[in-house]
C-alpha cells in the first residue's frame, strides 16, 4: 500500500503533470468510453426517461453553450434500443423560448397516457420574473419513435407556486404523473418553504388544469433538508424477484400486500439522494413511510458517492424498474472548461426491492455485459489474501473495466468493536490512510485506477464490525490518493449496514471507466459511486489490485474482471 516515491518525485510528477494538463484535456483522458455523456458540453440531471415505440429516450439538462451551468438550460436528448447505445440528438427537444421558460427548461419527467399512448413532457420552466412554473410539452410528430419535435402546451405554465405554501422560486421538477383509482391524474412537484422540503400533490381530470390535492396536497414534508429537489416515486413488489411494476394504481390497489412505495428526493442541502419505502392510501393521497430521514446513517440513500437528481421509469419491454443518476465532475471549474465538458449518468441500474421489504436493490443493467470483453479476461478463484496482502489483477485494460469479486469471510466473532450504535461510517473512513491501517476483518477490497507503484489508487473496501446490536459492514471509497493532483476533490465516501451474524461472503462489483468508480456492495444493496483523475493510472498505465490489511485471512472466492469494450455514441 505504501507509495515508493519520495514527496519530490511525487512533485515533480505533479507539476509535470500540470504541465500536462492541457494534453490532458485534450486527449480527453478523462472522457469515458460505456457512459453516457454528450459529445460536449454541460450535462447535469436526467430527465423524462422512457421507453416508447420500442426506443428508450434519455433527456437532460444541458448547457448548449459550454461546459458550466448555463443561464438558459435545454432538456437535451438521446435515444437508443438497449440503453447503452445512443445516439444523440442534434436538437434539444425543449430550449427556453417564451415567458414562463425564458431562463431556462428545468428538470422534469415523461408520462405516457395509457388511453392513447400519447408521451407528455412535464417540467419546469424557469420564467420572466425567476419564479418557477410546471409547463407541459406533447411530442410534434407521436408516429416518429424517436420524437425529435416537441410542441409547448398552450396553456403554459399549467401550474404556478401555491402562494404562501412554498417559495415561487423553489418549486420545482414534477415527477411522472399517475392515475388513482378515482380516475383523476396525480403528480408531486418539489418545493421548499425556508428549510422544509415538500413534496406537494396536485389532481387533474384531464392532464392540464391542475389543482392542490383536495385530500392532502402537502403530500410528503420534511423539515431541515431545504429543497426537496427531483422527486420520484414509484411502486415496488415484494416477492424477491427484480420484476418492477408501473404507476398504474387501478391495477395495483387491490395488492397492497405486495405493493410498496418509494418516496426518493434529491436533498439539495447535503446532495443526495434520500428514499423513503412506504404504503401509499391512494384514496387519501397519503404516504406512510416505514422509515425516516434522520440525518445519521440509519438513513436510506441510493448511492453514498457522487449520485445525484436521479430519476426512475419503468422499461415496458423488460418489466423492470430503471433508475439513472447524474455524477457530477469533482475537478475545478476550469477544468471543465479547457476539458470542453462536464457530467456524466451512471449506468442505468435495476431498482427493486429487497425481498424483505425494506431497502432497494441495484444493479447495472444486464445488457452493460454485452460489453465485456471475453477476450481480455481474467479469473482468479479460491486465492488467500492473508494480512498486508496485495494481488495484482492483470490481463485486463484496468481503466476501462468491470470487476466482480467474491470476498469468503472468516468467523465473524472474531471482528473489531464498533462501539457507538450510531457512528457517522464517512468519519471512521476518514482517519488518515484507512484502507492502509491494520485491521481484523478487513479493510479488504480493490485498489482501482492505481499507478504501478501504488502513489495513486483509490481504495473500495470493507471491514467488519461487532456492533451493540451485532455486525456491521462499513463500505467504503476512498480518494484520497485517487490522483496527485491537488487541485480535485479527494475526500472519503462511506456507508455502514447491518449484516448477518451468519454471513459467509460478501460481493463487490466495481465498474471502472476513465475517471469514473461506480461500485456495487453486498449484490447492490449499498453503492457508492465517484470521480477520479489520476495523472498516472490512466489508460494503459492504469492498474487494478486486491488486497487484504486485516489481520484474518479472506479468501477471494471468485473473481472476475473484463476489460469493457466502448459504447456506441453516434451523433444525428
Ligand atoms: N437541477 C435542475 C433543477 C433541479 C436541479 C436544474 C437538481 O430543476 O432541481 O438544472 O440538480
Known amino acids: 500500500m505504501e507509495p515508493n516515491s519520495s514527496e519530490n518525485a511525487s512533485s515533480n510528477i505533479i507539476s509535470n503533470g500540470i504541465k500536462n494538463n492541457k494534453m490532458i484535456h485534450e486527449n480527453h483522458l478523462y472522457r469515458t468510453s460505456y457512459h453516457f455523456q454528450p459529445q460536449q458540453n454541460w450535462m447535469n440531471d436526467p430527465n423524462g426517461p422512457m421507453y416508447y415505440k420500442g426506443v428508450y429516450h434519455l433527456f437532460y439538462q444541458y448547457n448548449p453553450d459550454g461546459a458550466t451551468f448555463g443561464k438558459k438550460m435545454v432538456w437535451g436528448h438521446s435515444v437508443s434500443y438497449d440503453l447503452i447505445n445512443w445516439i444523440h440528438l442534434n436538437h434539444p427537444s425543449l430550449q427556453p423560448s417564451h415567458h414562463y421558460d425564458i431562463h431556462g427548461c428545468f428538470s422534469g419527467s415523461t408520462t405516457i397516457i395509457p388511453s392513447n399512448n400519447q408521451p407528455f413532457i412535464f417540467y419546469t420552466g424557469f420564467d420572466e420574473t425567476k419564479h418557477q412554473v410546471q409547463n ?21 405554465p399549467i401550474i404556478t407556486a401555491p402562494i404562501g405554501l412554498v417559495e415561487q422560486e423553489n418549486f420545482r421538477d414534477p415527477t411522472t404523473a399517475w392515475k388513482g383509482s378515482d380516475g383523476k391524474w396525480r403528480v408531486i412537484v418539489g418545493a421548499r418553504n425556508g ?38 416515486f414509484f411502486p415496488v413488489l415484494i416477492d424477491g424477484t427484480k420484476h418492477g411494476v408501473d404507476l398504474d394504481y387501478s391495477s395495483v390497489q387491490d395488492s397492497n400486500d405486495v405493493i410498496r412505495h418509494v418516496l426518493k428526493i434529491s436533498y439539495q442541502n447535503k446532495q443526495q439522494e434520500y428514499y423513503l419505502v412506504g404504503k401509499y392510501v391512494c384514496d387519501e393521497d397519503k404516504f406512510v413511510a416505514e422509515n425516516k430521514i434522520t440525518g445519521t446513517s440509519l438513513d436510506l440513500k441510493l448511492d453514498h458517492g457522487e449520485f445525484y437528481a436521479s430519476k426512475s421509469f419503468f422499461d415496458y419491454a423488460k418489466k423492470r424498474r430503471v433508475l439513472w443518476g447524474w455524477v457530477k465532475e469533482l475537478d475545478t471549474e476550469q477544468d471543465d472548461i479547457l476539458k470542453g465538458w462536464a457530467g456524466l449518468q451512471a449506468i442505468p441500474r435495476q431498482v427493486w426491492l429487497h425481498e424483505n421489504g425494506k431497502w432497494l436493490m441495484q444493479w447495472p443493467i444486464e445488457k452493460l455485459e454485452t460489453l465485456r470483453d471475453s477476450d481480455n479476461q481474467v479469473s482468479i478463484f479460491a486465492h488467500k489474501l492473508v494480512f498486508g496482502s496485495t494481488l495484482q489483477v492483470s490481463g485486463i485494460t484496468a481503466s476501462q473495466a468491470d ?15 464498533l462501539d457507538s450504535k450510531e457512528v457517522d461510517p464517512q468519519i471512521v473512513c476518514s482517519d488518515k490512510e484507512y484502507a492502509s491501517r491494520s485491521g481484523i476483518i ?13 502513489t495513486e489508487q483509490t481504495a473500495i473496501f470493507f471491514t467488519i464490525f461487532r456492533t451493540p446490536n451485532g455486525f456491521s459492514c462499513l463500505m467504503c471509497t476512498d480518494l484520497t490518493r485517487s490522483s496527485l493532483r491537488q487541485d480535485v476533490h479527494k475526500t472519503t465516501y462511506a456507508t455502514i449496514f447491518a449484516i448477518d451474524s451468519n454471513l459467509k461472503a460478501i460481493s463487490l462489483r466495481t465498474l471502472i471507466d476513465g475517471s469514473i468508480i461506480e461500485s456495487f456492495g453486498e449484490k447492490g444493496r449499498v453503492c457508492i459511486t465517484n470521480r477520479v483523475y489520476p495523472l498516472l493510472a490512466t489508460e494503459k498505465d492504469a492498474h487494478l489490485y486486491v488486497f487484504n490489511n486485516g489481520k484474518q485471512n479472506v479468501c477471494i472466492s471468485k473473481l472476475n474482471a473484463w476489460s469493457m469494450k466502448r459504447a456506441k455514441f453516434v451523433q444525428q
Open 195 to 232: 428549510d422544509i422540503g415538500k413534496a406537494i400533490l396536485y389532481h387533474s381530470d384531464d392532464f392540464v388544469n391542475w389543482k392542490l390535492s383536495p385530500n392532502n396536497h402537502e403530500f410528503y414534508v420534511i423539515d431541515g433538508i431545504g429543497m426537496c429537489e427531483c422527486p420520484d
Open 442 to 454: 478487513g479493510p479488504f477490497g480493490l485498489l482501482a485506477l492505481a499507478s504501478k507503484d501504488l
Open 136 to 156: 407541459l410539452a406533447m411530442p410534434k410528430n407521436p408516429q416518429d419513435p424517436f420524437l425529435r419535435e416537441w410542441i409547448k402546451h398552450p396553456q403554459n
Open 403 to 417: 470487476v466482480e469479486v467474491v470476498f469468503e469471510l472468516p468467523e465473524l466473532e472474531s471482528a473489531e468493536w
